[in-house]
Every structure is written in C-alpha cells, then in structure tokens.
C-alpha cells in the first residue's frame, strides 16, 4: 500500500479552497432559531426509502414517515404508530390498533389497508421481511384503525421486524403508493412522520428542505432512538450537499451550518479546537465497512475469485487509509458486528492470517480468469467508498487483475449498483460501503449476508446452506442454539465470500454547541433537536 495513506487522502480535501460558495450568510443564519441547517453526508438521489438501502435515505424516510413500533436503545420494540396490540394465546395472530391522530401530509388519515399495502412493499424488500413473508397466512385490514396479521407458525420476531431502526425500516405510507412495484421508486413523498418533504424546494445537487408536521401528534414517552415521543422543536430543517470538505468546515466553523453528519478524520482537529463546536460518535455501535461483489457476472460469479481476493485482504490497509488513528477503529474479523452477541472468530483466520499473493494468484489461474475488465464503482463525494474502491483496486491491480475505477456520485453510485445490466452494459463488480453496527448484529439484520440469488441485496449472491441456516437461526430457541447457527453461518460465509469485512470504525459527527437534544442512534433522527 506505498503511498496510498489516509493523511495523502485527506491531502485532497485539506488543499481545497475556502472560498466556495455557502447557501446562505452567517448573520442570517445565527439568528435564525427555528432552521436546522445540516451537512448531509451525501447528495438525495433517491426519495424511496424501500427501494434502497441508503442511508442518506434512510434518514430522509424518518423525516417523512413513520413505523408502527420502533426499536429503543436496549433494542426493545416498543409501540409507535400501534397503540394497542394483542397476541393470540397460540401465538399466530397479532391484532393491532392505530393510535389516535394519526394524519397523512395530504390530508387522508392512516388506515389500517395502508399498514397492511406497506408492509408488503416491505417485506418484498427487507430481509427479516422476506423470512417473515412465507409464514404468513393473512395479514388484512380490521376496519379502518387496525389490522390483523395471523401466522402458518409461531415468528417470535415479528415485532422485532415491525421495529426495525435500520436497513430496512417498515416505513408506512398511503396504499395507492406502496402499492407500487417494490423494485420500482415512487417519488412522491406522502407520509405521516414528524416533517413534510418541501417538494418546491427540493434542489438535486444542493439542498432538500423539510418542514414541521404541525399536525403531527407525537407520543408521550421520551425519545430513544426512533422510538418515544418524535418531538419537533424547529419549523424548518435544510439538508445541504456541499461537495468540498474545507466547505463544510467553514460553513460550520462561521455558524453558516449547524451540524455536520460525517466530517473526515483529517479536519478533526480544526473542530475540536473551535470552542462553539462539538463531536461525539455519530452512533453507539460504530461503523462496519465492506467490499461487496457482483455474484451475478465473471469474474466474480466464481467463488474462487472472491476467495483469492479474500486471501490478500487486509483489515489494517482499508482503516489506516480511511480514518487514520487507530483509537478510531479495530480489525473486526468477523461477518456480525463485533462487540455483540452474535459476533464470532469462526473461520476469522481466512481474513487475519499471512497475506499470500502467490497463493491467490494461483487461485486465479484455476478459476480460469479471462482477463475480464473488473468496474470498481468509486464515490468520489464519500470517503467510506472512496477509500475502499482505491484500496480494492490497488490490490486488484497487484493481482494481476485488469481493473478500472469508475469515479462519480455517491447518488450516482446508489443507483448503478442496483443495476443488474452486465458491467459493460452500465452494471458493475465491485463497489465499497459501510453499515452501522445495528444493520449487521445477526443473521436477520445482516442485508449482505443475504444470499437469496436475484432477490438479494445488490450483489446477489446465491447459497442454499446460508438461507437454510437462516432459517434455523430465527426459529432458535435459546441464545446458546442462535450463537452455535450464526458460527456456522460465518463459517460459510467465508466459503463463499458475499463481500470483504474491511474493519470496524467510529464515524464522528459535529454540531455548534447552540445545538441541543440530538439523539444518539443508528440513524439521524431530527426530532428533539432545538437551536438555543
């Protein structure tokens, strides 16, 4: 890796002018109390927040809607939009009634036909949601403020589903929307969350503005993580895309901007020495980053390529290169997030022992690699899959392999990888990503980990042994029974080789101390947050 570091990265960023252009003044936006002005981590290409596993996505699906239960910090469900429920005492029908006061932006209240249309759309898209789809037997409306799911057996994660905090959460919206095509994007942004989507603001490129729900009744609870009260304490919040990282930092440093969701390890520094500014970690279970294959096409629908990659993979090349100090990250040889119950060290010695390039080369030449051109997707706006399309494409190169980046967008980048056209034809083989530590804990959360063929996650990976396992991990019956199944998992998992764990690492995100009530989560969530 010669000269291929995370200082020379950040090099890039440190030279870039002060001068650009920021989106409003500085004067303007001290005074102004009741705007929320955020750096988002990325341009807003897409609007569906089923259709992709995004995050900047993601986030915006929390502006607009809303979940019928949602996970707090102890990874509890707790009730969101349901407000009364029941479980038979055979434990396969689930009644649920709607809280009160629950409202559409354009004016239609949520009925209990909308839950049902959305969690269908859901579970064509989820993959908790697809282990659920099969085991029910009905899931209908019951009048208009409820609806009754009953199961062919016992699914004593079905809540668990319902509450999903991340990728995918069951966001629900009208029915004639989420009776859309689940692989198709809808683009009109009707929900009935704690902020309606500005459609006349919205500027691609620039800035996505959301405005209060004055309508919207939150809950009494307090918030944790997405479940509680969803509060609004402004009218108004501004998503910013702005490209240049020495940008961000000014328009944050003069108060032109209020918080900063992922500055770079290389401008840390400056914030912490400006006293009106503060950093915390930007979720409580870190970041865990991946390079994931195209299964669909050579040269990587050969497993013995993914292996030969994997030989020569090393954890401490994609850290130090994209976040430098190492009190910020650890190797994390495993395919479940370290630190929680399901992580594992099975068959972790494919990813932590010597690096032979001999020996992968080798490999090469059995799986009758024909000199294929390899498209490495390369963000070029984000550092995550920045650094990693550069890191995997030097040691791509070093194999022998004929590879070429592919710079743009990460909107760009979002959108082509759920193409499955050949690379040559607007597809791809490889690009790189990163997941919160909440998106991959277990077997049911761990979208990558799919292997479901064309109904996998971008990448599409096929293997029955995975799914079969599973399988057998959601019906388990003790945590003992669930940790010996998710061994086995990562055991074949390093078989077969879905994607590369490249690390594990702590994202920091920074605000002006004006800023108050922001909530630690897997998510942005911008209820509860006040400029005082």
Known sequence: MAGLTRRGFGGMAAGAALTGSLPFGAASAAADNKTLRFIAQSDLRVLDPLWTTAYITRNHGYMVFDTPFAIDAEFVPHPQMVGEHALSSDQLTYNFKLRDGLGFHDGSPVRGADCVASLKRWMARDGLGQSLKPVIDTMTPDGDKGFTIKLKEAFPLLLDGLAKVSSLPPFIMPERLANTDPFQQITEMVGSGPFKFVKEEFEPGHRVVYARNTDYKPRAEPPSWASGGK?????????????????????????????????????????????????????????????????????????????????????????????????????????????????????SEALTGPRDYDKAKALIKEAGYKGEKIMVLDAVDLPNPHVQAIVIFDVLKRLGLNAELVSADWGTVVTRRASKKPPEEGGWNIFGTGWVGADLMDPTTNLALQTKGDAAWFGWPKDDRIETLRAAWIKAATPAERKKIADDIQQRAFEIVPYLPTGEWTQMTAYRKNVKGIISAPAFLMWNVEKV
């Open 231 to 347: 509060v609004v304490k402004v009218d108004r919040v501004e998503w910013l895309y702005i490209p240049d990282a020495m940008t961000k930092v000014a328009a944050l440093t003069n108060g032109e901007a209020d918080w900063w969701e992922n500055p770079t390890a290389d401008v840390l520094p400056v914030l912490t020495g400006n006293s009106d500014i503060a950093i915390m970690p930007d979720n409580p279970l870190g970041q865990m980053t991946m390079v994931r294959f195209n299964c669909l096409y050579p040269p990587f629908d050969n497993p013995k390529m993914r292996q030969a990659v994997l030989m020569v993979t090393d954890q401490r090349d994609f850290m130090r290169t994209l976040v430098g100090d190492q009190k910020y990250w650890e190797v994390c040889a495993s395919f479940f997030t370290c630190g929680t119950p399901m992580a594992s060290t099975v068959g």
